[in-house]
C-alpha cells in the first residue's frame, strides 16, 4: 500500500506528507495493485482532447493526466501506466459511478448538480463561458435572438437547458462534436451553442474552415473545469493527490505552458489563478468549497 504521497518536487513531497492518509485499501491501492490508472478523457474537444493525424488521443488534457500518471509512478515506487477511456458529456459521469474509469479529465464545467453525482476535485484547473457560434448572415446577434431558431448542441450539456430552450431555441443536440460542426458547417443549424474556449480555439486553428462564423452572442456563466474521482474517493488519498498535482500545475506555470504549447489563446483566468495558488489564496484549496 502507499503509505506517503509524493511528487518531483521537493515542495510537493512535503505537502503529501503532511497530508497523507491512512493507508487503507481504496481506489489508489487497486490502481498500484493493476499498475495503470484509467482515465475518461474527451477526443472531440480540440486541442484539448483529440486524435491526431495517427489516431492517437492528444491534446491539453492528455498531457495533464500523462503527468498525473508519472506522480501516481513516483508515489507507488513503481511504473503506473495510463488507459485512456474516451468519454463524451453525456456519459462521463456515468462511466465513473460504474467503475469504467478511475477518474476523469475531461472538459466538464464544475456545476453544482454535478458535485451531487462524483467527486469534482478543488481547485479547476481551466475555465470557460457559454455562447453562440454562429455565421454572420445568420441574423443572430443576442441571446434574444435565438427565439424559433434551430441551434445545435451536445447531449448532456447543462446550458442546452439554460441557454437554449430557455431563450426559445429549437435545440437540436447530437452526441459528437462533429456531428455538430458538420451540421453548422452544412447550415443545418443556425448557431452552435458550445463552450466559448471551444470557438476561440477552432478560430485559431482551422480560420479557413470557419471563416465567417464568430461569437454571436455575450459570453455567460463563465465556470471553472474540474477533474473528477467518485465520491467516496474525493476526501481519499486519490482525490488528495490529484488535487495537490492541479495545485502544483498552476503554481509551476505548468498549465499556462501546456495553453501555449496548444495553441489555446492566453487566457487571463489561469494567469489569475496561478498567482492565487502562488499566494495560497482558498481557492487553491482542495477543502475549499465553490459554492460559498
Given at each position: 500500500?502507499?503509505?506517503?504521497?509524493?511528487?518531483?518536487?521537493?515542495?510537493?513531497?512535503?505537502?503529501?506528507?503532511?497530508?497523507?492518509?491512512?493507508?487503507?485499501?481504496?481506489?489508489?491501492?487497486?490502481?498500484?495493485?493493476?499498475?495503470?490508472?484509467?482515465?475518461?478523457?474527451k477526443a472531440d474537444f480540440p486541442?484539448?482532447?483529440?486524435?491526431?493525424?495517427?489516431?492517437?488521443?492528444?491534446?491539453?488534457?492528455?498531457?495533464?493526466?500523462?503527468?498525473?500518471?508519472?506522480?501516481?509512478?513516483?508515489?507507488?515506487?513503481?511504473?503506473?501506466?495510463?488507459?485512456?477511456?474516451?468519454?463524451?458529456?453525456?456519459?462521463?459521469?456515468?462511466?465513473?459511478?460504474?467503475?469504467?474509469?478511475?477518474?476523469?479529465?475531461?472538459?466538464?464545467?464544475?456545476?453544482?448538480?454535478?458535485?451531487?453525482?462524483?467527486?469534482?476535485?478543488?481547485?479547476?484547473?481551466?475555465?470557460?463561458?457559454?455562447?453562440?457560434?454562429?455565421?454572420?448572415?445568420?441574423?443572430?446577434?443576442?441571446?434574444?435572438?435565438?427565439?424559433?431558431?434551430?441551434?445545435?448542441?451536445?447531449?448532456?450539456?447543462?446550458?442546452?437547458?439554460?441557454?437554449?430552450?430557455?431563450?426559445?431555441?429549437?435545440?437540436?443536440?447530437?452526441?459528437?462534436?462533429?456531428?455538430?460542426?458538420?451540421?453548422?458547417?452544412?447550415?443545418?443549424?443556425?448557431?452552435?451553442?458550445?463552450?466559448?474556449?471551444?470557438?476561440?480555439?477552432?478560430?485559431?486553428?482551422?480560420?479557413?474552415?470557419?471563416?465567417?462564423?464568430?461569437?454571436?452572442?455575450?459570453?455567460?456563466?463563465?465556470?471553472?473545469?474540474?477533474?473528477?474521482?467518485?465520491?467516496?474517493?474525493?476526501?481519499?488519498?486519490?482525490?488528495?493527490?490529484?488535487?495537490?498535482?492541479?495545485?502544483?500545475?498552476?503554481?509551476?506555470?505548468?498549465?499556462?505552458?501546456?495553453?501555449?504549447?496548444?495553441?489555446?489563446?492566453?487566457?487571463?483566468?489561469?494567469?489569475?489563478?496561478?498567482?492565487?495558488?502562488?499566494?495560497?489564496?482558498?481557492?487553491?484549496?482542495?477543502?475549499?468549497?465553490?459554492?460559498?
Amino acid at each position: 500500500m502507499i503509505k506517503k504521497l509524493v511528487t518531483g518536487g521537493a515542495a510537493a513531497a512535503a505537502i503529501f506528507g503532511a497530508t497523507a492518509l491512512p493507508a487503507l485499501a481504496d481506489t489508489l491501492d487497486d490502481i498500484v495493485a493493476r499498475g495503470k490508472v484509467v482515465v475518461g478523457v474527451k477526443a472531440d474537444f480540440p486541442p484539448w482532447g483529440m486524435r491526431d493525424a495517427a489516431g492517437r488521443l492528444v491534446g491539453m488534457e492528455h498531457d495533464m493526466a500523462a503527468d498525473f500518471a508519472g506522480r501516481l509512478s513516483a508515489a507507488a515506487g513503481k511504473p503506473v501506466a495510463i488507459e485512456k477511456v474516451v468519454v463524451v458529456a453525456s456519459n462521463r459521469m456515468q462511466f465513473l459511478v460504474q467503475g469504467k474509469t478511475d477518474m476523469f479529465i475531461a472538459t466538464m464545467s464544475n456545476k453544482p448538480e454535478r458535485r451531487k453525482i462524483v467527486g469534482i476535485v478543488q481547485p479547476g484547473y481551466y475555465s470557460s463561458g457559454v455562447a453562440v457560434l454562429a455565421h454572420r448572415r445568420s441574423g443572430i446577434d443576442g441571446w434574444a435572438s435565438l427565439k424559433g431558431r434551430k441551434i445545435c448542441g451536445i447531449q448532456g450539456a447543462w446550458y442546452n437547458r439554460d441557454h437554449g430552450l430557455r431563450n426559445g431555441a429549437e435545440v437540436i443536440a447530437f452526441k459528437w462534436v462533429a456531428e455538430v460542426e458538420k451540421a453548422l458547417l452544412d447550415g443545418r443549424c443556425a448557431g452552435w451553442l458550445y463552450s466559448d474556449s471551444a470557438f476561440v480555439a477552432r478560430k485559431v486553428n482551422a480560420p479557413k474552415t470557419w471563416a465567417g462564423f464568430d461569437i454571436a452572442t455575450p459570453i455567460v456563466d463563465n465556470v471553472p473545469w474540474g477533474a473528477a474521482v467518485r465520491k467516496e474517493d474525493l476526501d481519499g488519498r486519490l482525490g488528495r493527490m490529484l488535487s495537490a498535482a492541479i495545485v502544483d500545475w498552476h503554481k509551476s506555470g505548468f498549465l499556462i505552458a501546456l495553453e501555449k504549447k496548444w495553441g489555446i489563446p492566453a487566457t487571463r483566468w489561469l494567469a489569475d489563478m496561478r498567482r492565487k495558488c502562488l499566494a495560497g489564496d482558498k481557492v487553491c484549496d482542495g477543502k475549499y468549497d465553490p459554492g460559498e
